[in-house]
Nanobody, 125 residues
Framework: QLQVVESGGGLVQPGGSLRLSCAVR????????IGWFRQAPGKEREGVSC????????GYADSVKGRFTILSDNTKNTVYLQMNSLKPEDTAIYFC??????????????????WGQGTQVTVSS
């Protein structure tokens, strides 16, 4: 079964850090890009970051540049989103998804064909 499974969400204070994981099952990262998206209550889904199958090309939304880093470990079939300097406005459900389209972009969500269930990130004091 083809799946992507997110983990690592939680409650963190402003300025804190979290690392999200996206474990892929039933396929390998060698041929697919992975993107991270988020959706806050009452807001549209927003593309956050993506990484190509080789791990050599990445992209970030302006709102997270310099604070978030996307990494892939193809030996573990897992993509990570390291989130530092978190702000209350980063609060959302975070989803990862698979795309056969490369170079990756989060501007075309319909290019992503397998989505996870999401993990909640809450930034609050």
């Amino acid at each position: 079964q083809l799946q992507v499974v997110e983990s690592g969400g939680g409650l963190v204070q402003p300025g804190g850090s979290l690392r999200l994981s996206c474990a892929v099952r039933g396929f390998t990262l060698d041929y697919y890009a992975i993107g991270w998206f988020r959706q806050a209550p009452g807001k549209e889904r927003e593309g956050v970051s993506c990484i190509n199958s080789s791990g050599g090309s990445t992209g970030y939304a302006d709102s997270v540049k310099g604070r978030f880093t996307i990494l892939s470990d193809n030996t573990k079939n897992t993509v990570y989103l390291q989130m530092n300097s978190l702000k209350p406005e980063d609060t959302a459900i975070y989803f990862c998804a698979r795309s056969p389209l490369q170079p990756c972009t989060t501007r075309v969500p319909r290019a992503y064909d397998i989505w996870g269930q999401g993990t909640q990130v809450t930034v609050s004091s």
